[in-house]
Structures are given as C-alpha cells and as structure tokens.
C-alpha cells in the first residue's frame, strides 16, 4: 500500500490535487491510501479531510493575524496527522503560509519522507529569499507557469518542473485558444465594443475598486458612445455587486457560473480587471485588458516586502510591460478610460497586446495534462525516496 499525505488550504489547490489523485490511481493501484487536508474534490476522489479547508480560506495579513491561534492549533493538527500516517510522500499544494509550516515540521520527525510542492510560493513576486529555504524541506517543485523553474534554480530553490497550468485544460478556455478565427491578427473588435469589468473575486478587492471601475465605465460611455459591459461574478458575490451597481447610470449585465462567464470572455473585445490571476485568463482568452489593484490598509504597510518588477502574470511570462498596470493613487478612472478606448479599437496597443498573448500560449503549451506530468514526479520521488540529490 501507498500512503500519500497531503496539505491542500484553498479551492484552487483543492481541485489540482483531485485532478493530481486521478492521474496517480492508475500509476500506484487501487491500493493507494490518502491522508491530510483537501477539500470537496479531493473527498470526492477518497480523501478524508481532517476538517473543512474554508477555515483555511483568510486573505489579507490583518485577517491573519487576527485568527492566529486558529490558524496555529490546526498547523499541529495537521502536522501531527501527517507524522501519525509515516506516509510514502507529502504534497503540498500551494497555501504557502500553512503547507510550508506543516512541511517544516514534518521534515524535522519524518527526515526520510520525500515532500513535494505542487504550486510553489511566488518568490518571483516577493521575498525571494523562500526559494533557498525551501531547499531544507522541499525535494521537488511542481510549478504551473513556464518562468517558474529558470526563476528556483537562479534562486537556488529546489529541483523544479513545468507542468502546465491548469487553466489550459479549461474546455471552455481550451476552444478559444485553439480557434484560429479568435486569434487571428485581423479580428478586430466589434461595433459597438463589448467590455469585461472585473472588480475581483473576493469581497474586498470588489469593495475598493469597483467604484472607480463605474467611474471608468462612465467616462469610457462619454467617449465611445454604444459601449456595452458585462461583469462575470460569483454567485455568492452577486448581492454585493448588484448593490454596489445601483447608483450607476447604465448597469452592467451581470453573470454568474463558469458557462456565462467564459461566454462573456468570448464575447468581450477588452476588459478592466483587478490584478490577479484572472489576467492570465484573459491573455489565454486574447481579451486586450488594464488592471487595477488597490492593496488593504495593513497589507499596504508591508509593500516594501515586494521585490517584482510587475504584478501582473502576462508580464512576467513574456519578460516585458506587456499589460499596463494602475495601482492605489494610479487607480484614474479618466487614465483607465483612454487606456480601454484604445484597446477597443483598431491601434498598436491593442495589436501588442495581442501578439504578446500569442507568445504567452506558446509559451504556456504542453502536450502531456499536467496532472500527468505531476504524477510521474510524485511516483518517481516515492520511488527513489529522499536518496537523490537536489542539483
């Protein structure tokens, strides 16, 4: 029998670890034994969580510290879970701020057991000094954006891979990329144009921008009469944006669920988005886009702790200023709006926005799913155990 462990503390790593336990099944056998953390998916796939990952689920570093003995008593449960299983493997999957705790630990009782990162910390964005420390509790990482490995070996990181991103086995997403209508250098947007808004996907990245986005909205509609906007939202945020929207002159169409929303990609001939990862969604959906972001109050504070050249991921895939980026007091609604108006129509911005998406998808290609590739890894690391040495 195989025992593999894991420690998954969010949606997002929840479903690369289903995907991850299928791909492994057929490699280990019906006797495969999975211990730790996971969420809904990775029950469905017989893991039996020791408690609910929603707990897990804090953003921001005042909400951190204000659930700290929380966040602390389920750090040793799940850790001594882990140790009590003596498992073949750890996989930890992104939750940097938890797994890696988890992962220290169990290194120290269980020096022997081989621990794998699915989804390594992004210390290409801040605090780059995590890529050498990992190396004392982390035998391989399993990354999801191309740069990633070049970035952990000049760090002096862990033995790293590209797998792919999940998001390029996104059906939907998957079609758009592979229509050579869509991404054709002559499509041009349509009349009147179509604009994404996307204030984010959490509660309070909706609450600080979404007013400057109707700003921009507005001025945008003075400036190209005809335009039309959608925005694509949880389900459970939907209250929230619909109150939010109320004062607006013209109101946006709002969505929810992955069909609409990805319909509404389709559709959509540029956007205004918070920065996040949903840029890279629109690059791979060749939507041309501007971000905004405007941190928390306590998360502003630490600012000085970010060492990246941009924030947005499009940018740093292709190694330029690709997207343009507009935070806190460069959240302008009237700068937004000549930037959008430029995007929406024929010009040389929207054509280098296009073409710099073009590259991203080559760059980001992969022929074997990456929850094959990633298996092959977690097998090979059981296999040969923690004998190896890192290079």
Known sequence: MT?????????????????????????????????????????????????????????????????????????????????????????????PTFSHRVAKRVRDKLPDVPIVNYVPPTVWAWREE?????????????????????????????????????????????????DPARTAPERTPAAPPRLLILPGSRRGEINRLIDDFGRTFDVLRGRMPGVTAVIPALERHRPLIEQKIAGWEVKPKIVTGEAAKWAAFAEADAA??????????????????????????????????????????????VGHALVPEHFHEFVRPEMLARRLERLMTPTPERAAQ????????????????????AAAIVVDCIARGRTFTQT
């Open 272 to 317: 205004l988005a918070a920065s996040g990862t949903v840029s890279l969604e629109l690059a791979l959906a060749d939507v041309p886009m501007a971000l905004a972001y405007r941190l928390d109050p306590v998360a502003y504070q630490f600012r000085h702790l970010i060492s990246a050249w941009t924030a947005a991921m499009p940018n740093f895939i």
């Open 354 to 373: 296009r073409a710099g998406f073009a590259d991203i998808r080559e760059m980001m290609r992969i022929d074997v799913a990456p929850g094959e590739a």
């Open 3 to 95: 025992t593999i462990a894991f420690v998954v503390g969010e949606a997002s790593g929840d479903r690369i670890g289903a995907d991850l336990i299928r791909a492994l099944r057929p490699k280990l056998g019906d006797e495969l034994q999975l211990v730790g953390l996971g969420g809904e998916a990775m029950q469905a796939e017989g893991l039996d969580s020791l408690f609910d990952i929603d707990e897990l689920s804090i953003i921001g570093i005042g909400a951190i510290l204000a659930r700290l003995p929380q966040l602390m008593r389920r750090l040793s449960q799940v850790a001594d879970a882990v140790i009590a299983a003596r498992p073949d493997i750890l996989v930890i999957i992104d939750s």
């Open 130 to 178: 995590r890529a050498q420390k990992m190396r004392a509790y982390v035998d391989h990482a399993i990354c999801i954006l191309p740069f990633e490995p070049a970035t952990m070996k000049r760090l002096a990181g862990p033995p790293s891979t590209y797998v792919g991103h999940p998001l390029m086995r996104v059906p939907a997403l998957a079609q758009m990329i592979a």
